[in-house]
């Protein structure tokens, strides 16, 4: 196996998955009765946390200073004898400035609790005897059958005491796949062809991966104490429920996840889109464990089905893993009328595939984006009269995140427009003071995030790497955001794209890039348009370029990766060096011509 595919084989070779397999600790034995997980403080256990403090204090004490220099009142903009309509446009600017700054203070401040409650569960050895299914999805044309294998094959590896049986859920009843089934001792189940399973809408609603488990739920959930569960393209460690499963000896945890790492590791796109998901992963999901809600993730998991089933199983959301996640948060275990709880580990225990194209990244953050938005106005409104203050702040802490990035970009485009294109400002500082305080908070909010790089949980960024791509992922994304801030908010219906695996990566064309380019349009007119009116201020412009630069980033980098390609399908292949005793002519007779394969894969 080579780092290039996770097709037919386990995981990608030349990464140390043993080791973050088990990043928690070692396994233990549960101490005494009525046993609850038990946490290990990540900041605790530094021996530099007089840096972290310092770096958690100052850096969202600094931003706050910033925002307060830039609206106080002495420093907004008094125009004598200007028309009303200036005056307004100067208004906005200043409310669209303190937006931009408060949102910015609220972005640092999560960071920095973040940090400071951070925490990994103890792992305790699996309750012997627990029935449990291992389940993963099947759409056939959408995902490659050799992955289906793959997977399966990994799963057949899973070691647990006591019954375990693997499923396929198959959503077209394919005679490949049941074939692959048998061949494997898989049980194969689908609900294809049963009406009351493939509804318009619901739990049950049809073409979802929700309403696929929902049906075997239905079907098969009471033959069992929990299900486990991975993405089709995700292949489980034989570990999987050897780290996972002993957390459900707590009797009021619903379900236990772990990160999503990306095996297809030498595309570009790939790790970038890795890195990118570096904060949640190490850092937010691990502040979920001090509330005991960490957000459910759909990659790899493990469910109690006595409690999923209480709240009518997987929830009708384009993400129904955050929205199940959140509606199980609210409810209380009938049994002991305690909240359900859930774990995160930072164990690896399963390597999946990521985004392979810039076309298919866009569908992803577009669908966790819109999943998120869904939340916020479906079912967020219940929460603070079913959830623990706690929880209800680290719940709020990661579903604002989407929105305030995304109304960030478009402020920040509008603020920008109005002083480049009517010369408007909402406030005047001094520029001095202004680049000190900008630049000392911006490089605390550095040092706060490379700091928290130390817990980084991927087995593929190579240690002590700065996680640039993966801030300049986040960066580039924000107008996806706000693309789908925007369908979110005009009701425009939206539907589960389940995202190509394997070699079947949606190609990407200068139209991938549409959104990026209209704002990288926008703003160059602004610039020229600024020339002319001669509205002309460093800051203004400045920020004007690194705008239209993250939006023409995604377009370079593609243009540049597929100038490689070009460049590299077209190099001619260099013929072998003779053998010595042999004619050259015999030599070289077996070359490959180029652009020619030998062999297979």
Request: net charge neutral.
């Amino acid at each position: 196996m080579t780092p290039q595919s996770l097709e037919g084989a386990v995981r990608p070779e030349g990464y140390d998955y043993d080791t973050h397999s088990q990043l928690a600790g070692p396994l233990t034995e549960p101490a005494g009765a009525g046993y609850r997980v038990q946490y290990a403080s990540l900041l605790a256990r530094e021996p530099h946390r007089i840096r972290a403090v310092l770096l958690m204090t100052l850096a969202p004490l600094l931003t706050g200073a910033l925002l307060v220099y830039l609206i106080w009142p002495t420093h907004w903009v008094e125009r004598e004898g200007a028309d009303r309509w200036l005056i307004g446009l100067d208004v906005t600017m200043l409310i669209s400035i303190g937006l931009i700054e408060l949102f910015m203070v609220v972005n640092v401040a999560s960071v920095a609790h973040a940090t400071l409650v951070a925490r990994d569960p103890v792992p305790v050895t699996p309750e012997p005897g627990t029935r449990v299914a291992f389940l993963t999805t099947y759409v056939p044309g959408k995902e490659p059958l050799s992955m289906v294998r793959a997977t399966l094959e990994g799963a057949a590896r899973i070691t647990h005491p006591g019954p375990l049986d693997i499923w396929l859920l198959d959503e077209g009843d394919d005679d490949l796949a049941k074939a692959l089934c048998a061949e494997l001792g898989v049980r194969h189940f689908t609900r294809l062809g049963v009406p009351e399973w493939n509804r318009t809408e619901g739990v049950h609603k049809a073409r979802t991966k929700h309403g696929n488990y929902n049906a075997w739920i239905a079907m098969h959930g009471g033959d069992y104490d929990f299900f486990a569960s991975v993405d089709t393209d995700h292949v489980p460690l034989p570990n999987f429920l050897e780290r996972m499963m002993g957390y459900f000896r707590d009797p009021d945890v619903a379900f236990v996840v772990g990160p999503q790492v990306y095996g297809n590791y030498h595309n570009p796109v790939t790790k970038a889109a890795e890195s990118q998901q570096f904060l949640f992963h190490a850092l937010i999901q691990r502040a979920g464990n001090r509330y005991r809600a960490p957000m459910f993730v759909g990659t790899n998991n493990v469910v109690r089905i006595s409690a999923i089933r209480q709240i009518g199983g997987l929830y009708d959301s384009i993400t129904e893993d955050m929205a199940t996640g959140f509606e199980l948060h609210r409810h209380r275990n009938p049994r002991t009328g305690v909240h359900w709880r859930s774990v995160y580990t930072p164990d690896v225990l399963a390597v999946g595939e990521g985004p392979a194209s810039w076309t298919d990244f866009f569908t992803q953050q577009m669908r966790w984006s819109r999943g998120t938005y869904e939340t916020l106005f479906k079912q967020y409104r219940k929460a603070p009269f079913s959830m623990p203050p706690g929880r209800l702040f680290s719940y709020t802490m990661m579903l604002v995140y989407y929105p305030m990035t995304a109304v960030n970009w478009f402020l920040g485009i509008l603020s920008c427009s109005l002083f480049l294109w009517f010369g408007a400002s909402g406030t005047q500082v001094a520029a001095s003071v202004w680049m000190m305080l900008y630049s000392d908070a911006a490089a605390l909010q550095i040092g706060l995030y490379l700091w928290n790089r130390r817990h980084n949980v991927s087995p593929h960024e190579p240690r002590g790497s700065g996680g640039l791509a993966g801030m300049a992922m986040s960066a580039l994304s924000a107008p996806i955001y706000l693309k789908s801030f925007g369908e979110a908010l005009l009701r425009r219906p939206s539907r589960f794209v389940v995202t190509p695996k394997g070699g079947d990566a949606s190609p990407d064309r200068l139209l991938t890039f549409r959104i990026h380019l209209g704002w990288a349009a926008l703003l160059a007119v602004s610039l020229v348009a600024s020339s002319v009116l001669d509205h002309t201020h460093a800051a203004m412009r400045t920020w004007a370029v690194l705008a239209m630069a993250i939006s023409l980033a995604p377009v370079a980098v593609w243009a540049c990766t597929q100038h490689a390609e070009r460049r590299a399908r077209q190099a001619p292949c260099p013929a072998p060096r003779p053998v010595e005793g042999t004619e050259p002519a015999l030599a070289t007779s077996g070359a490959t011509a180029p652009g020619s394969t030998t062999g297979g894969n």
